[in-house]
């Protein structure tokens, strides 16, 4: 589903990702993390098609992101960390909003809308302006506009952030009841439970460059760790290393 | 160290960086390019100002003419002090209640009147600043015409300086008071809409009166003396007064009662610098947490919440999304769709222009006028055309703000968004122009070829405006500023109306050649020589190249930049 082939991007001298290849599978959950500023958001917003890679090519279902960006676009549904939304429009306003720019059919929205909001609790706020929302409420109805048109694939930066304990149990089921249906879902976290209790894979990226890869026990091999959780792994494998003489 | 200046230091740091900072190669030039604007203006009113003192010297009667300087001055001051105030309360409502780090301050171990101190510092300044600078001309225009030694040039920064403090200190304190009755957002909207009252009433009282009057020398004379028996505010509790009571003594030379002056003004500052802080104690903070709780949930009396189906139901897809979502948003922000009155008052105005003027009394042939005057009516309409698009289709992409990554992040081309928002603005701004034209060319009686070449022209040239509006809107943004709408006085907004302008002028000198044949030769009934009809027909098609091309290459380039910039 998702093919990114020696993949880099630069901001001026900050080499943010570097060289990143990986390949993830159809209905995988794939987590991805790292410490702050190691690329995971950078990596997240290529594969979103919000960031033109400096070199390298994604593939999201065989379609090139730089070639094919609308027919990529069409089939993902991106959610980012923080809730940037039009202010000036009604919940249900801004679902038919990516309702139309993804295509669903006029017949099934509302029923499909309805049924979101009730899902994410937001059925008594469709019509209240955008504006008036919490921070963990703009993180749900962008939830509910992601999966809209029921995306092949699912790219998350740092889902449970601004969520509730219900919201965090909410999405956690989504995420497994979708990949069971097929989707796969691409997600970055810092919550390292999270990760461990969701992702079939995990990917730990540090200073742009991925140093690890697999299942939690191939992560616990790699970084010599017999015993204990993700955290040890984590935090064995991202400490700094002193510099080179 | 000290809370109020730990609080400024943010501030004077990104002041410093963006002074010397090397790192963005366009700032020099937009550095050159706004100080050379700038500085016109500068110059444009000192040249003004240096000219009617002048001529009121030359008056002939003994004094008249000091007279009505001091009488000119007299209605600087107060002037200057309602432009203050205004200023002052937008920028205090902004800075001490809707500034976006504001959650970051309040929650900093500092006490409330501390943090009210240092925006009101920046406050202060930043309400000031254009006002200062731009008053010195008026006041240069006075020392060099009374040849005034440095006392009186000083005496400018003396009695300006606590002027602005009191203004400043006033509008700080009236913005304290009323943000404990309405919130601080929709306390902002009602200033918005008293601007635009108070700028249509001047607006269409300015133009009542007729100023064109004044190139006849004998109602100007009348005029003259009208404004010399005209009663300025003069009470002794003004600051105004102070400050011109100031300035008169030092064109007289009295330094006592110049000092006593400026005393007044500087204890009057002073006492209302530390009521106003002394009232932040209280109010400051009550206000802010209030500000907060008061965000409107519902879409409001403009809801438009039936519009989405049934008239643009025919649309599907990303067009109808983003046509939809774009006029939703004009009409439920109140910033956007007020100025709309304003767009009324321009083309009222406009119209009132054309019907009063004495075409009859010119020393030329009338109907040679109108038509010349029609001709030179496309390029004024053009010109009213770029003003609005600056207003409204130039921050079309710049009003995304920071959800522009939903447009990013969507299966849609950059190319449609831009195309959508292209067509989103030409129809209104097309029938209103041709609504100018043809109205303003019945009201000059034209010939039918000059009606047809103004209304094709027109035609051509708005979709031209637009595009670089839209386009260079895009090559441009600035999706971090709170008030996108003011973009146009950008480094791109400014290029915006440079091209534009450039454009207009090209059409209109090309045209003009060919243009003034044909008329010439119709009004005298002479048949056109086949070198004149192909000269027209070259010029026009020349025109419709150039209309094509302005369309293309600024979307072009815009497409080309904004696919490049990340949201």
């Given at each position: 589903m998702i093919r990114l082939e020696s993949v880099n991007k630069r901001y001026g001298h900050v080499h943010a990702v570097k060289d990143l290849s990986l390949e993830i599978q159809k209905g995988e959950v794939f987590g991805f993390i790292g410490p702050n500023g190691a690329g995971k958001t950078t990596t997240i917003r290529m594969l979103g098609g919000l960031l033109i890679p400096t070199s390298g090519k994604i593939f999201i279902d065989g379609k090139d992101m730089a070639k094919e960006p609308e027919k990529a676009k069409k089939i993902i549904g991106f959610i980012p960390d923080r809730p940037f939304l039009y202010d000036k429009i009604t919940g249900m306003e801004f679902l038919r909003f990516m309702g139309d720019m993804y295509g669903v059919d006029d017949k099934i929205f509302p029923d499909k809308a309805n049924g979101l909001l009730k899902m994410f609790s937001l059925n008594e706020w469709g019509n209240e302006l955008i504006a008036s929302y919490s921070h963990g409420m703009k993180q749900r109805i962008i939830m509910c506009s992601a999966l809209l048109h029921d995306p092949q694939l699912i790219v998350v930066d740092e889902p449970m952030v601004g969520l509730d304990p219900r919201g965090i149990r909410l999405v956690k089921d989504l995420i497994r009841e979708l990949a069971a249906k097929g989707t796969t879902v691409f997600l970055s976290t810092h919550t390292l439970e999270v990760a461990q209790d969701l992702c079939h894979r995990i990917g730990i990226i540090n200073r742009g460059a991925l140093i690890a890869l697999g299942n939690t026990s191939d992560l616990k091999k790699a970084a010599l760790v017999e015993e204990g959780e993700l955290e040890a792994v984590f935090l064995r494998l991202t400490q700094e290393q002193p510099e080179a003489a | 160290m000290n809370p109020v200046l730990t609080l400024l230091r943010p501030r004077l740091l990104a002041a410093r960086r963006a002074a010397f900072s090397r790192q963005d190669p366009t700032a020099s030039w937009r550095f050159a390019l706004f100080g050379l604007l700038g500085l016109g203006f500068w110059l444009g009113i000192f040249a003004l100002f240096y000219r009617v003192l002048t001529y009121f010297q030359s008056i002939g009667e003994e004094g008249f003419g000091d007279i009505l300087a001091l009488k000119l001055l007299s209605m600087v001051f107060p002037t200057f002090f309602a432009l203050l105030l205004f200023s002052g309360v937008v920028t205090s409502l902004s800075k001490l209640y809707l500034s976006r780090d504001l959650h970051l301050v309040h929650a900093l171990p500092v006490s409330p009147q501390s943090i009210f101190t240092a925006r009101w510092i920046e406050s202060t300044i930043d309400s000031s600043w254009m006002v200062a600078i731009y008053a010195l001309p008026v006041f240069f225009s006075y020392g060099m015409v009374y040849s005034q030694g440095p006392v009186f040039y000083l005496n400018i920064l003396a009695a300006l300086l606590p002027f602005c403090v009191i203004a400043s200190a006033l509008s700080a304190i009236a913005v304290m008071v009323v943000v404990l009755v309405l919130p601080a957002n929709r306390f902002r909207s009602i200033l918005i809409f008293l601007g635009i009252g108070i700028f249509l009433v001047a607006y269409v009282a300015l133009r009542l009166v007729r100023p064109e009057r004044l190139v006849d020398p004998d109602a100007s004379l009348s005029l003259v003396r009208y404004m010399a028996s005209l009663q300025t505010p003069?009470?002794?509790?003004?600051p105004s007064t102070w400050a011109f009571d100031s300035m008169k003594e030092a064109l007289a030379g009295n330094l006592g009662n110049m000092l006593f002056h400026n005393a007044l003004a500087i204890s009057a500052a002073l006492s209302l610098a530390y009521i106003a802080v002394w009232i932040s104690r209280t109010a400051y903070y009550r206000g802010v947490s209030k500000s907060q709780t008061a965000k409107t949930r519902t879409p409001g009396p403009l809801n438009l919440n039936h519009w989405r189906t049934r008239p643009f139901g025919f649309w599907k897809g990303p067009t109808r999304a983003l046509f939809v979502r774009e006029v939703k948003t004009f009409f439920r922000d109140s910033t956007q769709w007020s100025q709309v009155f304003l767009m009324g008052a321009l083309i009222a105005i406009y119209l009132y222009n054309f019907k009063v003027l004495p075409i009859e009394q010119a020393p030329i042939r009338a109907d040679y006028l109108q038509n010349t005057l029609a001709f030179l009516n496309m390029g004024l309409a053009a010109f009213v055309m770029t003003a609005l698009a600056a207003r409204f289709v130039y921050p079309a992409v710049s009003l995304?703000?920071?959800?522009f990554w939903i447009i990013k992040a969507a299966p849609v081309s950059i190319r449609t968004v831009l195309l959508v928002k292209f067509f989103i603005y030409l129809p209104p701004l097309l029938l209103l122009s041709e609504f100018l034209i043809i109205a303003t060319n019945r009201l000059l009686s034209v010939t039918p070829f000059m009606m047809a070449l103004s209304v094709s022209t027109i035609f051509m040239v708005v979709p031209g405006i637009i595009a670089l509006g839209i386009g260079l809107g895009a090559a441009y943004p600035d999706f971090q500023s709170e008030n996108p709408a003011q973009s146009v006085t950008s480094f791109g907004g400014l290029l915006f109306m440079i091209l534009s302008a450039a454009f207009i002028g090209a059409v209109i000198i090309i045209q003009a050649g060919p243009v003034y044949r044909i008329v010439r030769a119709g009004l005298s009934t002479r048949v056109l020589s086949s070198l004149e009809i192909w000269w027209f027909v070259i010029s026009f098609a020349i025109v419709v190249i150039l209309c094509v091309a302005a369309v293309i290459l600024p979307l072009r380039f815009g497409i080309r930049r904004l696919s490049r910039i990340s949201s």
């Open positions: - | 003069s009470s002794p509790f003004l995304e703000k920071d959800a």
